[in-house]
T-cell receptor
Framework: EAAVTQSPRSKVAVTGGKVTLSCHQTNNHDYMYWYRQDTGHGLRLIHYSYVADSTEKGDIPDGYKASRPSQENFSLILELASLSQTAVYFC????????????FGPGTRLTVL | GQQVKQSSPSLTVQEGGISILNCDYENDMFDYFAWYKKYPDNSPTLLISVRSNVDKREDGRLTVFLNKSGKHFSLHITASQPEDTAVYLCAAGEGTGSKLSFGKGAKLTVSP
């Protein structure tokens, strides 16, 4: 059974609208991450979290907010969606100790029109 | 700027040959190095990783070589097979369970 799930799996949004992407993990991991994937850019880190109720800015946080209400759940919020935010978004989790392996969700394809 | 760089965006290898993927990094504090594999429309999955206290790690057909002085690491895949065709992402990070910096990815095509 998938340990990192994302919803929705795809979404079409209008420019200026609000979009919320959700991520749920059953790995019992403390760390969670949001990345976006664009052609020619690989994976870029948007926000991450080490513990519930706390989030950190990644490498490209502008235009995004994050929320970590519990260990299992991590949301990415686009308050005013823009065309440039069209991308595939991946959520991941990792353990605080041992290997730094990150386990990825299936991705959400977001199209902003 | 980008902390982890994959200079070759694509590579084609004959079946049975050796595939070599390269990655350069900038941050001296990186002590964890990994290679992820990604099929189209799928999520990345970890292939192999290594800590900075070793300069080589083998796992079956996969070998990671780490050159700390050159800030470079590579993935060698021996006896390459068509099912190895995918995008390979290198990644590096500090400490345990910490955030990773990913390269842009390199598409490997293994032709029969």
């Amino acid at each position: 059974e998938a340990a990192v799930t994302q919803s929705p799996r795809s979404k079409v949004a209008v420019t200026g609208g609000k979009v919320t992407l959700s991520c749920h993990q059953t790995n019992n991991h403390d760390y969670m991450y949001w990345y976006r994937q664009d052609t020619g850019h690989g994976l870029r880190l948007i926000h991450y979290s080490y513990v519930a109720d706390s989030t950190e800015k990644g490498d490209i946080p502008d235009g995004y907010k994050a929320s970590r209400p519990s260990q299992e759940n991590f949301s990415l919020i686009l308050e005013l969606a823009s065309l440039s935010q069209t991308a595939v978004y991946f959520c991941a989790s990792s353990d605080v100790s041992g290997d730094a392996e990150q386990f990825f969700g299936p991705g959400t394809r977001l199209t902003v029109l | 700027g980008q902390q982890v760089k994959q200079s070759s965006p694509s590579l084609t290898v004959q079946e049975g040959g050796i595939s070599i993927l390269n990655c350069d990094y900038e941050n001296d504090m990186f002590d964890y190095f990994a290679w992820y594999k990604k099929y189209p429309d799928n999520s990345p999955t970890l292939l192999i990783s290594v800590r900075s206290n070793v300069d080589k790690r083998e796992d079956g057909r996969l070998t990671v070589f780490l050159n700390k002085s050159g800030k470079h690491f590579s993935l060698h895949i021996t006896a390459s097979q068509p099912e190895d065709t995918a995008v390979y992402l290198c990644a590096a990070g500090e400490g345990t369970g910490s955030k990773l910096s990913f390269g842009k990815g390199a598409k490997l095509t293994v032709s029969p």
